[in-house]
């Protein structure tokens, strides 16, 4: 059996999308003919976790770990917020209890002049992330390693993309053919302009973008949107060496194997799963549903909605504003099996992207196991995204823009009332398994 190191800074029992590509991924590699030696820290920032996913990790995995240093420990210090990380624990329901770690990235609005100055030293002072100072010993740790337990290929998977930078070092180093793996953009992801860069970062961002993209002997994306910046970034127009490659994420049939939709209340239930950001807030949704409540009692009686994850202040506050406080069942985050039960229970799933330019070119994980679910979709986000077309070409659900209403209210009508079709196309939506994705993805191996 060949064996690939996959340089990941997110493993179980940590929780999140971050998670679920590479540990689905190395699942199934195994039946290809390949072994996954899994390189990940021992200590990682983790705002959640989730033992469940433990059982998802292959017999055949070489898992090696080693302690990593993060700038966020300091901030946390200085802001209070010391003994999150140690603070962080599962309540029975598997759902995270106690304070949680406070990470500056997500306070690009905040005013304070300490959140400020931590926005610029991580801007500035930890690039490319603030996981970069593990790049240097990870690099030294492996290339000892590598003399002793040879591998055939190496995978990094970023964001964060100093993990990219831990496997640029080691082939220049072993000459060992490399695969960089983007689940997410770098320069081009959507907070990215939201940072306060000097010029001077900016361009070293750009130079180790670029030099990722140059020296990896494969380069992976999950969208074919993504291939197209990555190739504009290299003023390349077309994929002439065979270099870029589309694998998207997916969802793993197990995961659905003997799972049984949930038990929701009777009646019409929309179902969000996973992250509920307020960057992808559907205003017009809230507005139509409290519409659809004031204009039918038998609606108002019969809508439920119901949320699992990390949901927003603001989402909240703009379902209260709306006057649907009372239809919402906020459950937080439960493990990964009982959010996919929610998902097969639903009449309806949300997934709004983010309200930014980016998100046209952006499938989220969270699409492919509501496809796995056979629940019509509500997408929210711009027509002509990449998105639009998938749902399009697997027949799963209708995308909204930021600003119809009209449409919308004609859609969930037809839906709530029975008179709209659902058939979705089995046969392209079974292409996107995590089995099928992970034989795709050693032919790029090869």
Known sequence: MKRVLIITYYWPPTAGSGVQRWLKMSKYLPQYGWQPVIYTPS?????????????????????????????????NALTGSKGAKKNRQKDGSGKQAGSRAVNPINAVGHKSPLM?????????VFVPDPRCLW??????????????????????????????LIARNLHRSTGIPWTADFRDPWTRIFYFKHLPLTRRSRKKYAAMELSVLHEADRVVAVTDNMVRDFLE????????????????????????AGITAAELPEGFNLVHTGLFSAEGNPRKLWKVLSELCRENPDFDRNLHLTFAGKTDPEILAAIKEAGLETHLTDLGYVPHHEANSLQKAA????????????????LTGKYFEYLAAGRPI??????????????????????????????????????????????????????????CLAGRYTEILR
């Open 116 to 124: 400020r100055l931590s926005l610029w030293l991580r801007a500035n």
């Open 233 to 256: 970034e290299l003023g390349a127009h077309e994929n002439s060496c065979g270099k870029f490659h589309v694998i998207e994420n997916g969802y793993d049939e197990d995961d659905f």
């Open 135 to 164: 790049i240097r010993p990870s690099v030294r740790f492996l290339k000892k390693y590598l003399r002793e337990h040879p591998v055939d290929a190496i995978v990094s998977t970023g964001p964060p993309h100093s993990m990219h």
């Open 43 to 75: 200590n990682p920032e983790a705002g959640m976790t989730d033992e469940s996913l433990l059982k998802d990790i292959c017999p055949e995995a070489e898992i090696i770990k080693r302690p990593i240093m993060e700038p966020y420990a300091i901030f």
């Open 347 to 362: 009449d309806l799933l949300l997934l709004p992207l983010r309200e930014e330019p980016e998100a046209a070119g952006i």
């Open 378 to 435: 509500a997408a929210f986000g711009p027509h002509g995204s990449v998105l639009e077309h998938s749902l399009a070409a697997t027949r799963t659900g209708e995308i909204f823009d930021w600003d119809e209403e009209t449409p919308l209210k004609a859609w969930i009508t037809a839906l709530y009332t029975r008179t709209a079709t659902f058939d979705p196309d089995t046969a392209a939506i079974s292409a996107y398994t995590r089995r």
